[in-house]
Structures are given as structure tokens and as C-alpha cells.
């Protein structure tokens, strides 16, 4: 152990640390890591006197990555791919989109872009001001620009990678050029994403050659327990608690769950999802393999593992989510009539699959198929994100989540949805369930606790704020808080409503306004609430309040929308197109977030 004169020589005096803040105050994120890097080599007697500082390297010899993340998954593959390009000698500039000035693009010469895709169509909430200036006039010409694009999206949305490809398009037309085509993928995104990091590098390394910056770069040491678990190597956690929270006679099912992340380290910050890994029912499983007249233990390929059919279709395939590629799969499979001309019709073919789970695809158009042919044409089993209902700061080791069970009536079988079953009725508690937790730095409590909030949650968007309020507690925060809350009923739907009346007795909660639907004859949303309320709701507006919604992005957050623009056009005194001009402000401001799915 250090003695206290060797403890008192090993710190930094007040000045010294005043000067290194003072110091490191600007830096990037890369150069706080490359720093570090410097002073580890340093301390250990390294030689560091030719390590290069920024202005000695060439702009040409920098590789820049790009991310426009929602949920984090773009995130997650740039900053694997930036990882692997410095591995192979390149200097890389890893940025997300919402941190890079688009007009600097001008100065980029080898840029490589990862991006999800959000809603219909839209751009991450970080990539829109970059996707806007390259879409408007004031985009410069590109002509020393070579690039690439890696899309990620989902097929069974009408878009698909909509943003990666209009990212592709807009640089094309300012005379960028392409180092490979843009790759696009589905929701089981890893192989393809790895597949194309790995061409890109090599290309990319070609085009540029070993930098100096790069090569000289001391290695960081690991960062610990709080990074260690990831979507790709998650924790085993202990389910506490599943309970229902919505009443007897409600048309929902609606579960409160607690997990223990034991001595895991993970951290996690309002705002934040936590990713769950679930293993599919058994009984569908069953159900399925003998609607194909299969054998369950027979010997199946995924993923570079061999695993029975039934481990297959347990826990490594997804069967309760369908894709419009299964349906065109099983269509030329069975040569079923119906399901082809479905096939054909991709709007009606997405509409279908997102109603009609693989078993029922299946029953509906019978066809025999080989084991491995069928495993191959599945989506691999991907983790549900579900918006942390919790404070760290008072649950400690304790993540909670609101679970809306899926459950639906198909040919008078009862089909569920494959985590929220996990998680609310077939994990029994104290099982063991994988988690990991994924940072959305898109819905973030403002950083002055003075400053006042407009929350927007109706069913199960309730969940981020009651974790704002449990912080906003904690943290003995000051600023207004106004949520904006409905559902079907008040007596069976009210989710965790006595909380909700403690806080607005207690004056942390400054004003709530409810909406329930089927409480009257004609249905009332929390849209309406916001126009009854216009007037305030600008005013809080006007004096800086940060806006938030969450909860279902089809219908919802449309209508909220709308309704929004309306209020900020008539009590703002404003044309539609400045009111929505000033609703994109407040998004740029980040004083407009939203959590939509």
C-alpha cells in the first residue's frame, strides 16, 4: 500500500489539476484517449518525443466515421469499425453525426457513414441536421470526397435504410465517390456489417497508407466492469419481479419488472434502454416444428454453431416476428396461390408479416421443406430494447422496465409476443435473464436541474419519466415538471398512479393532465390535453422548458406532433411553416426529444 507521503507525491496538487483541466477542457473524446495513451507511455519510461501532434498529420491521411444512431446499434458498429481501422495502422476521426458540423464536411476526404434508419423514413434525431445540409443548397461540391455508406433498417418498414440511402444519394450528387456500394441491412445486421467493415478497411487503407498519428498511438487499457457487458456479451441478471399493473378488468396487460444486475457494474442513465436477450416458448417451438413435419433433434448450422432444431428455434431464431423476405420465402416454397400474389404486393406482403407469426405462415400455405433450408431463410433472434423505467441514482443495482404484454387471437390460438411473454409470464422470478444496457444520449434530462419539462406518455411511454422524476428527486432538482398522460381507463389503466399522486402532492410534479379514452363517448388523447392547454404549454416553451415524448411512433407522436405546431403557430403568431421551423430549432437545441417505436 502507498504511504501517505508517497500518496501525497502521487497526487496532483490544486494548480497542477486546475492546469490539466484547464488543458483537456477542449479536447475530443479521441484525444482525451490518445492522451491518455501519451501519459500512460510517459509514466512507464516510454520514449514519447516523436509522437506527432494534430497539425503535423495531413487531412488527407485521417479516415473519418460517422454514426446516426436511434437505439444505438449504428453507434455500436461504427465504434467497432473505427476499433478495427486503427488496429490496422489508420488514424480515424469517430464522431456521431449530432457532434460533427456539417459544413466541415468540406474538409473530410475520406468519410465512411453508418446509419440507421428512423420512424418511416426519417433520419436519426443526430443525423438530421447533417441529412438536411447535404439535401439543401448550401451543400458544397464533394468532388475530393470518397466515401462509403453501411444502411441499417428493418424490411418489414415501408422505408428500408431509407437514411443510409439518402445519405449515398446526396453525396453522389455533390460529386463524392463511392470507395464500395452502399451496403444495406435487416435487423440481424452483424455478418453483412462485419463483412463490409472488413472490405472497407482494406480499401481504405489502400487508399491512404499507414498514418504516423495512428501507428504511434500507446494502447488504452481496458475501462472495467461498466463497459464489459454488452448486446454482443450480456449479463446474466436475476428477474426480481413481474407483476401485472394494470387492473382486472383492463384490455391490456401491462407488467412492472425488476432486475438485479447484481455485481455486474453496469451504469446506466435516465433516458437509457435496456436490452433483453429471450429465449422463444417451447410450446410454440413445438408446435412449429410439427406443423413442418420436422425432426427436433436433428443437427442444424447457425451462426457458425451446431445446435438441435429445437435449441435453434428456442434460442437462436426468430419465430414470433415475421419478415416480407419469410413471406416470400414460404410463397415460393409452398407455390401457394394467395401467399404469392401476397409476395408480390409488398405493402400488403409487410402488413401480413407484421400480423402473422412463422408458425402461422406456415399453417396457412403447408409445403414441405429440408431442415437447413428453412433455419437458413429465419431472421436470428435479436434483443427487444425496452426504456429503462428507473434511476440508478435510487435503485442502485435495481433496473426497472414497463412491459406491455403482445398477445392476440390467430384461428382461436393465442399468440404472444417473444420477450414481453418472457419477461411477464414464462420467466419465473429470480430466473435468470441476459441484459445489457444500450445509452440513448438522445433523451437526456436537460443538465440544469432548473430548467422546466413537458413529458409526453401515454400506455407503457410512461416509463422513461417516471425514471426523470425518480432523478429529478434525487438529485433535488428544481425545475417544473408537466406529464402529460393517457390510456383506456382511469380505474384499470392508470399506470403506477399512486406514484403519480405522491409526486403532485408532493410538489414535484407541478401539473399532470390525463386522457382515457373510453372513459366518455367521445375519445380524448393526450393530443387533445395539449390543445386544451396550448396557451401554457407555449408559455413553458418561451421560457425554456425541454419537450419529451414517448410511446408509439405510428399514430401518437404524429398526432402530438401536429398538435404542437398548431399551438406554437396560433400562440406564437406564426405561419405553420415557422412553427415548424421552431419546433426544429428547439429539436437542434435538443430541447425536443423523443423515444418513438
Not at 446516426?68 to 453525426?97: C, F
Not at 433472434?381 to 443495482?397: G, H
Given at each position: ?11 496532483l ?20 484517449a ?20 494534430a497539425?503535423?498529420a495531413?487531412a488527407?491521411?485521417t ?5 446516426g ?6 453507434k455500436g458498429?461504427a ?16 464522431k ?5 458540423k456539417?459544413k ?11 446509419a440507421?434508419?428512423n ?6 434525431d443526430d ?14 461540391k ?16 415501408e ?5 443510409g ?10 460529386g ?5 456500394p ?7 445486421y ?11 478497411i482494406?480499401k481504405?487503407k ?23 457487458y454488452t ?14 399493473i394494470?387492473g382486472?378488468?383492463s ?5 412492472h ?12 442513465q ?23 413435419n420436422?425432426?427436433?433433434s ?13 435449441e435453434?428455434?428456442?434460442?437462436a431464431?426468430e419465430i414470433?416476428q ?9 410463397a415460393e416454397q409452398?407455390?401457394?396461390?394467395a401467399?404469392?400474389a ?9 402488413e ?15 409445403a414441405s ?13 435479436t434483443?427487444?430494447?425496452?426504456s429503462?423505467?428507473?434511476?440508478q ?5 435495481e ?6 404484454l403482445?398477445?392476440y ?38 443538465s440544469?436541474?432548473?430548467?422546466p419539462?413537458?413529458m409526453?406518455?401515454?400506455?407503457t411511454?410512461i416509463?422513461p ?10 438529485t ?5 415538471n408537466w ?21 403532485l ?5 407541478t401539473?399532470i ?8 363517448a367521445e ?19 418561451e ?6 415524448i ?17 399551438i406554437?403557430?396560433e ?26 417505436y
Amino acid at each position: 500500500m502507498l504511504s501517505e507521503q508517497n500518496l501525497n507525491q502521487t497526487m496532483l496538487n490544486a494548480e497542477q489539476l486546475s492546469s490539466l483541466k484547464e488543458a483537456i477542457g477542449t479536447y475530443s473524446p479521441l484525444q482525451l484517449a490518445w492522451a491518455s495513451g501519451y501519459l500512460a507511455a510517459k509514466s512507464e519510461g516510454t520514449s514519447v518525443a516523436s509522437l506527432p501532434t494534430a497539425s503535423g498529420a495531413k487531412a488527407s491521411s485521417t479516415l473519418t466515421i460517422l454514426y446516426g444512431s436511434q437505439t444505438g446499434n449504428a453507434k455500436g458498429v461504427a465504434k467497432s469499425l473505427a476499433d478495427q481501422a486503427t488496429a490496422q495502422g489508420l488514424s480515424v476521426d469517430l464522431k456521431s453525426m449530432g457532434e460533427f458540423k456539417p459544413k466541415s464536411i468540406k474538409n473530410v476526404t475520406h468519410l465512411l457513414i453508418v446509419a440507421s434508419t428512423n420512424g418511416e423514413g426519417e433520419a436519426p434525431d443526430d443525423a438530421i441536421a447533417l441529412h438536411e445540409f447535404l439535401a439543401s443548397k448550401k451543400a458544397p461540391k464533394l468532388e475530393s470526397l470518397q466515401y462509403s455508406v453501411l444502411a441499417l433498417g428493418d424490411t418489414s418498414y415501408e422505408f428500408f435504410c431509407q437514411t443510409g440511402k439518402d445519405f449515398d444519394e446526396y453525396l453522389s450528387k455533390l460529386g463524392a465517390k463511392a470507395i464500395t456500394p452502399r451496403v444495406d441491412c435487416d435487423v440481424d445486421y452483424e455478418e453483412a456489417a462485419a463483412a463490409w467493415s472488413q472490405e472497407i478497411i482494406a480499401k481504405t487503407k489502400d487508399l491512404l497508407g499507414e498514418s504516423e498519428v495512428a501507428s504511434n498511438v500507446v494502447a488504452m487499457p481496458t475501462t472495467g466492469a461498466a463497459s464489459q457487458y454488452t448486446k454482443q456479451n450480456p449479463y446474466s441478471a436475476e428477474l426480481s419481479v413481474s407483476q401485472k399493473i394494470t387492473g382486472r378488468d383492463s384490455a391490456k396487460d401491462v407488467r412492472h419488472v425488476e432486475i438485479d444486475l447484481g455485481e455486474s457494474g453496469l451504469t446506466y442513465q435516465v433516458g437509457d434502454a435496456l436490452g433483453v436477450w429471450f429465449e422463444n416458448d417451447e410450446a410454440l417451438v413445438d408446435e412449429l416444428i410439427a406443423t413442418l413435419n420436422l425432426s427436433a433433434s436433428e443437427s442444424v448450422n447457425v451462426a457458425n454453431e451446431t445446435l438441435t432444431l429445437k435449441e435453434a428455434l428456442v434460442s437462436a431464431l426468430e419465430i414470433t416476428q415475421t419478415s416480407v423476405n419469410f413471406v416470400t420465402f414460404w410463397a415460393e416454397q409452398s407455390k401457394d396461390k394467395a401467399l404469392l400474389a401476397l409476395a408480390q404486393d409488398k405493402n400488403a406482403a409487410r402488413e401480413y408479416a407484421a400480423n402473422h407469426q412463422v408458425v402461422d405462415v406456415v399453417k396457412a400455405a403447408p409445403a414441405s421443406v429440408e431442415t437447413q433450408v428453412f433455419v437458413d431463410a429465419l431472421r436470428k433472434i435479436t434483443p427487444r430494447l425496452y426504456s429503462i423505467a428507473s434511476s440508478q441514482a435510487e435503485m442502485e443495482e435495481e433496473v426497472h422496465l414497463t412491459v406491455g404484454l403482445v398477445e392476440y387471437d390467430e384461428n382461436g390460438q393465442t399468440r404472444s409476443g417473444g420477450a414481453s411473454s418472457f419477461l411477464g409470464k414464462r420467466l419465473e422470478e429470480g430466473g435468470a435473464v441476459k441484459v445489457f444496457v444500450e445509452h440513448n444520449d438522445n433523451f437526456r434530462l436537460p443538465s440544469d436541474g432548473n430548467t422546466p419539462v413537458i413529458m409526453i406518455g401515454p400506455g407503457t411511454g410512461i416509463a422513461p419519466f417516471r425514471a426523470f422524476m425518480q432523478e429529478r428527486e434525487a438529485t433535488e432538482a428544481t425545475g417544473d415538471n408537466w406529464l402529460f398522460f393517457g390510456d383506456q381507463t382511469f380505474t384499470q389503466d392508470f399506470l403506477y398512479q399512486v406514484e403519480w399522486q405522491g409526486y403532485l402532492k408532493s410538489g414535484l410534479l407541478t401539473n399532470i393532465d390525463l386522457a382515457f379514452s373510453r372513459d366518455q363517448a367521445e375519445k380524448i388523447y393526450v393530443q387533445d390535453r395539449l390543445r386544451e392547454k396550448a396557451a401554457e404549454v407555449y408559455a413553458w416553451l418561451e421560457r425554456g422548458a425541454h419537450l419529451y415524448i414517448c410511446g408509439d411512433m405510428s399514430r401518437m407522436a404524429k398526432d402530438v406532433e401536429t398538435a404542437l405546431i398548431d399551438i406554437i403557430a396560433e400562440h406564437g403568431n406564426k405561419t405553420n411553416e415557422e412553427a415548424q421551423q421552431y419546433l426544429k430549432d428547439l429539436r437542434n437545441a435538443k430541447r425536443y426529444q423523443k423515444d418513438v417505436y
